[in-house]
């Protein structure tokens, strides 16, 4: 068990406690100087796309059997086209023995100026950590700092695990195998959070981005039954009313929390997530300014992540 106890103080701005992080979010100045959605994004073409069997075992959205990879290549091929008609695109090779090298978002996250590699849970994603080619890239095309959160007794899925709100400086840590508390607080500093508050995902989520998505800081998307708590879900809706996508079930099961915002004003998302998106919540979505475009990541979304996985953000 991953339990964030509320009797944990503090530390500079991060709480266990939500009604603690309520109080401290009352008091909180606005921050209107950061970037409500990313500048570009880069992804990792699914050249070894497979079935990763150390996934699966915490991965509970994970299909079995075999996959078909140039399918699973030609949707990838239409998400990045759909995406760089928003906003710039880079594309990465796939890596050899990295089946799930299609989800970067997890091992690489940016703030401006800054590339973050994650602590990663299993050997065969901390391959993708290791690898030089994309540190490289942010280093001499963007003069990007990098800095490493691997370290002995940290687990931190960057963006799978948290589901931050850029412009307020704001994060949610959801607590699973994927992140522990040390990695909590190494985030917590990296991403230059101002307040953040982790909470234990319900037993059976791994990752917070498939039951949550903050939408450039106007609207919230997230599944109550995915939190063990019910009491958290509630105090961070009450920040977004009355723009907030209750997630039945069915939706949560479709990958419509694995949504994004690359704009100010469009909702990314698959087009298995947008059907099942129910009429009342694209009207939700509608009046915060929202349309959704979706895409088809059924082969993808095979292994256990939708379409917020595939895209590592710049900013």
């Not at 978002?105 to 690898?131: C, D, S, W, Y």
């Amino acid at each position: 068990m991953f339990t964030s106890t509320p009797d944990q103080a503090a530390t500079c701005g991060l709480y266990a406690d939500p009604v603690a992080f309520h109080e401290a979010l009352r008091r909180l100045a606005p921050a209107l100087d950061r970037p409500a959605t990313a500048r570009g994004a880069f992804f990792v073409r699914p050249d070894y796309f497979a079935l990763a069997e150390q996934s699966a075992t915490d991965n509970l959205y994970m299909a079995s059997g075999t996959v078909d990879r140039t399918r699973a290549l030609r949707e990838h091929a239409d998400l990045v086209d759909a995406i760089e008609r928003v906003i710039p695109t880079q594309v990465f090779p796939g890596l050899a023995d990295a089946a799930d090298a299609v989800f970067p978002n997890n091992v690489f996250a940016t703030v401006p100026g800054k590339l973050m590699i994650g602590a990663m849970r299993h050997p065969v994603r901390q391959r993708e950590a290791a690898r030089d080619d994309i540190p490289d890239w942010f280093r001499n095309h963007h003069g990007y700092a990098v800095e490493s959160l691997i370290a002995p007794g940290v687990v931190a899925e960057l963006t799978g695990a948290l589901v931050p709100y850029r412009a307020a400086g704001i994060g949610y840590f959801g607590l699973s195998e994927r992140l522990n508390r040390a990695g909590t607080e190494a985030m917590h500093r990296a991403f230059g959070l101002r307040t953040s508050l982790m909470f234990d995902l319900a037993p059976g989520e791994y990752h917070t981005n498939v039951v949550m998505s903050v939408l450039a800081g106007r609207a919230l998307v997230l599944h109550a039954g995915s939190f063990a708590d019910p009491a958290v879900p509630r105090l961070i809706a009450e920040r977004y009313a009355p723009h907030v996508i209750w997630l039945s079930d069915d939706e949560k099961a479709n990958f419509v929390g694995n949504c994004i915002a690359l704009t100010s004003d469009t909702v990314f998302m698959s087009a298995r997530a947008d059907a099942a998106l129910s009429d009342r919540n694209r009207e939700i979505l509608r009046h915060a300014g929202f349309s959704v475009r979706s895409i088809d990541l059924t082969e993808i979304e095979l292994a256990g992540g939708s379409l917020r996985c595939c895209v590592a953000e710049i900013f």
